[in-house]
């Protein structure tokens, strides 16, 4: 399940940048987007100036979420 995990985590980044405009690339990186569970367990994600709704999701070949 690790693997899942990371995936989808992955998933919210590459999704976050596309909601911004930029992508993933110079001005926004990959370690830039920060993306924790809050107290209720619900993804979030921690970039400056922005609160954000998040959902992930994921199988043993798939990952997604939408930002």
């Known amino acids: ?3 899942e995990f990371l ?3 992955f998933t919210v980044k590459e999704a976050f ?4 405009g930029t992508g993933l690339g ?4 990959f370690q830039d ?3 924790y ?3 209720l367990g619900k993804p979030c994600i921690d970039y400056p100036g ?3 709704h998040v959902s992930i999701t994921h199988t ?3 990952a997604m979420s939408q930002v």
């Open 1 to 3: 399940r690790r693997l």
């Open 7 to 9: 995936a989808g985590r």
């Open 17 to 20: 940048s596309k909601a911004l």
């Open 26 to 29: 110079k001005s926004v990186s």
């Open 33 to 35: 987007i920060n993306c």
């Open 37 to 39: 569970n809050d107290a």
């Open 50 to 52: 922005f609160y954000t």
């Open 60 to 62: 043993e070949n798939y």
